[in-house]
C-alpha cells in the first residue's frame, strides 16, 4: 500500500490517481485510529493522535511515506528496467546502522531540478512529520545534499 518513493511509477490516469488518493486516506485514517486505540506514550498528554503507535515505530518506512503521501507529497519512481529515477518526489529508507531512523530525501531523474526543490520540499516533509509526532530534522550530508533523519519522539516529549 505504500509507496517508499523507489517503486515503480504510478498509472497516470486521473481514474487511477483518484482511486490511489482514496487508498491512501483510507490508510492514513487507519493509522490515525491505531494512535486512538494505542494512544500511550511519550507525548500521549497532547491528544491520543499526537505521536506515533507501537505499529508505526515497528514500520517506520511504510508510516513515514504513508504520512507523506497523505499529506499530498508524491513520491519518487523508479523504471523497473532501467533501474533510472522516473520521477521526482520523496524517498523514504531505512538507515542501516540506526534501525530506529528512516531518511527521507527528495530526488528527481537526472537534469529535473530536484536538488533545487530539496531544501524547501525537505522543509516541507519534515514539517508535515513534525505535526504528527515524529522528531524530523533536515541535514546537509557530505554530498552537500539535504536529508530528513526520521526518528519517533524521544521519552518525555
Not at 25 to 51: D, H, K, S, Y
Not at 103 to 117: I, K, Q
Request: proline fraction near 9%; charged fraction near 30%.
Amino acid at each position: 500500500m505504500y509507496d517508499d518513493g523507489d517503486g515503480p511509477p504510478r498509472p497516470g490516469g486521473e481514474r487511477e490517481a483518484r482511486a490511489r488518493a482514496a487508498e491512501v486516506r483510507v490508510a492514513f485514517e487507519g493509522m490515525l485510529q491505531i494512535r486512538r486505540l494505542t494512544g500511550a506514550g511519550p507525548g500521549a498528554a497532547a491528544g491520543p493522535e499526537a505521536v506515533p503507535a507501537p505499529w508505526e515505530r515497528g514500520r517506520m518506512v511504510r508510516a513515514v511515506a504513508l504520512a507523506l503521501e497523505a499529506a499530498g507529497i508524491a513520491p519518487s519512481a523508479v523504471d523497473a528496467d532501467s533501474g533510472r529515477r522516473v520521477a521526482t518526489g520523496y524517498r523514504v529508507a531505512g538507515v542501516p546502522d540506526e534501525p530506529g531512523m528512516v531518511r527521507v530525501e527528495w530526488l528527481g531523474p537526472h537534469g529535473s531540478g530536484a536538488a533545487g526543490e530539496e531544501e524547501r520540499a525537505l522543509a516541507d516533509c519534515a514539517r508535515i512529520l513534525g505535526r504528527l509526532g515524529w522528531d524530523a530534522l533536515v541535514y546537509r550530508g557530505r554530498s552537500r545534499r539535504r536529508f530528513v533523519e526520521v526518528r519517533p519522539p524521544h521519552p518525555g516529549g
